[in-house]
């Protein structure tokens, strides 16, 4: 079952050090939470590709060559001419916490030509997205088009509502847009800090409960170092953590959803998933996830399947 994910894909100029004179250092790493968990799904086994949009530059020549060399089919990544590939500045505090500033007035990740992303995601069994690529309207409008697409013609949905406050007008129009495509969602998964944004309720059981009644079929609130809490119709389930030193938790939520979907695309779906199957999926989640905080970057520190399973 192949794998796709649709959406923004970027250079996380992600903090490394502050030298002796005060200086903040930079590494310029591939990422785009859509785009890592292409690549997470690829590095764990599956077959994935990625739609998006990168500049004529270094930098789009740099992510481009990223999805290939980790097995990400690019042959939907589309290049914007009068933009430049998009950038995002990660400085990490020292619990290994992000915060993010954005380049992107215009960014060519918003610059996604509505018919080749519909044509890029003919034929995949799962489509994924986020919201990143709802905060600008000719964008948003590209990305639904092709989810409705899929959807359509069969696919599973899945799609991680990542809050970036700087790239929307207010917190009430995130909070529309964000919600109002839940309904063509198969798959959700959010974090614990975003449950009262998208859900309107705080408690993860409820947000749980919420995703069911808009027709969600399976649901994840990721909790962090306590794990991952899910439900898919009446069963439901908490799978606890895997303790780690953190690093650098960029890229660790996009592991867990690439690593989720690499299992669930496997098993070719998630028709008549039982409790025990999913614990299993969600607990190699949680082992893939906390690879990747326990080292620096997003994509370069993303786990092998082997590194997965055998550590």
Sequence with gaps: MKITAIGEILVDMTQTRIDENGIPHFAANPGGAPANVAVAAAKLGAEAAFV?????????????????????????LQTAKGASTTLAVVTVDARGERSFSFCRKPGADTRIDMEQAKEAVRGTGILHFGSVSLTDPECREAVVAAVRSAKAA????????????????????????????????DIVKISDEETALLCGVKEP??????????????????????????????LTGTVPGCPVKVADTNGAGDTFFGALLSRIARRGGIDGLTAEELNAFVGFANKAASITASRPGAIPAMPTLRETEEG
Excluded: H
């Design 52 to 76: 998006g949009c990168v500049g004529e530059d270094a930098f789009g020549a740099l992510l481009r060559d990223t999805l290939v060399r980790f097995g990400v089919s690019a042959d939907g």
């Design 154 to 185: 069969g696919a599973l949905i899945t799609y991680d509502p990542n809050y970036r406050s700087v790239l929307w007008d207010s917190e009430a129009e995130a909070v529309i847009q964000m919600r109002a495509v839940l309904p063509l969602c």
């Design 205 to 234: 059981e409820a947000a749980l409960e919420k995703l069911m009644e808009l027709g969600v079929r399976l649901a994840v609130v990721t909790l962090g170092a306590r794990g991952a809490m899910w439900r898919c119709g009446a």
